[in-house]
């Protein structure tokens, strides 16, 4: 077991935003019953429990399989780093969060090393793609802790340890509408859409010339229309406000708003990934839309192993939410789809599927860990 030390080193990484709350809320629990020290590299949630990131979490920020690449020789260098900080400072726990293909290195390194429990909090989707990674899985990861629980079926089918977190968005509700409208001084008469690009740099960049222009459709087709664009950080904010400069569409872009703008929104646009679950969660409806590449997709498409890629439709294990991909993602097809798609409400459904175990259990599994 890893209990009873009076000092827990904790490692970690976590190089997305919804990582860095997810790893936060876990390292949270720990910190209920152990005095732990952190190192590795995570965003400001985490970075707020001590932990002084080796390189800004931002580097980890890569999608696709052409991007990762390309950047390979700074991504195995800066993964390199890691591992040696890992080993000097003996650490006790490794958590991967999320970002499978750069932690994996991270475990086999320290697993050959023999020198913690490694746990990777946030499955890979080995269930719908490059299912041969099950084998790096159980080889090398002690424990994968699961926010769905398709994924900790599958697990279990394949016997190999794995927990159930569930996902925090059961927690979640829809906000006031009056609340919003007046905290963010918008007209009540407007018909708000929710535009949610995407956080990484290359997602804003391959995603927004697509969304500008069906908000430009949007708007000749009705005039009251209004785009509501949350954003994670001021990066992702100028980006996207690089890309709306030349355009008068009347749009409103905050940080840390996405609960409050979805709240408001009968519909969204929104690129696949865990956004598209919280706006079905927040009954805004969202178009689900991907775009990337074309050798991207060409070598994705042949890995996967499912019919859909939205995270609430594989919950719901049917489409509800439209999904427009590749060739399919267009400015006119998303207008299309807005203005035919009839919406339902599928936010009960969901919480109840997305409850888990919860951080607390999660933890005191982890620390009972042979």
Known sequence: MIQNKDILKIGIVAGEHSGDLLGYELLKELTKTSNIKLYGVGGPKIESLGLSSVFNFKNLQIMGLIEPLINYKKLTKDRKKLIQVFIDNKIDIFIGVDSPDFNIGIH??????????????????????????????????????????FEHEFYSNKGLSSSHLGHPFSELNVESRDYVIEKYSLEEKRSYISILPGSRESEINHMMPIYKDYMELQLKSDKDSFFLIPTSDSSSQKNIEKHLNSSHL?????????????????????????????????????????????????????????DLIGLPNLLLKKE???????????????????????????????????????????????????
């Open 108 to 149: 086999k390194a320290l697993n050959k090393k023999k020198l913690c429990k490694n746990i990777q909090l946030v499955s890979p989707s080995v269930w719908g793609w490059r299912q041969n990674r099950i084998k790096s899985i159980k080889k090398y990861i002690d424990h994968t802790i699961c926010l769905f629980s």
């Open 250 to 306: 009347p749009f409103l872009i905050k940080q840390n708003s996405v609960r409050d703008f979805l709240s408001i929104s009968d519909k969204s646009v929104v690129t696949s990934g865990t956004a598209s679950l919280e706006a079905a969660v927040l009954n805004a409806n969202p178009i689900i839309c991907y775009k990337t590449s074309f050798l991207n997709y060409a070598i994705i498409s042949r890995m996967l192993k499912i």
């Open 320 to 370: 509800r939410f439209p999904e427009l991909i590749q060739r399919d993602c267009t400015s006119d097809s998303i207008l299309n789809t807005i203005e035919n798609y009839q919406a339902g409400q599928y936010s009960d459904d969901l919480k109840l599927l997305l409850k888990g175990d919860g951080f607390e259990a999660t933890a005191l599994k982890i620390l009972d860990l042979n």
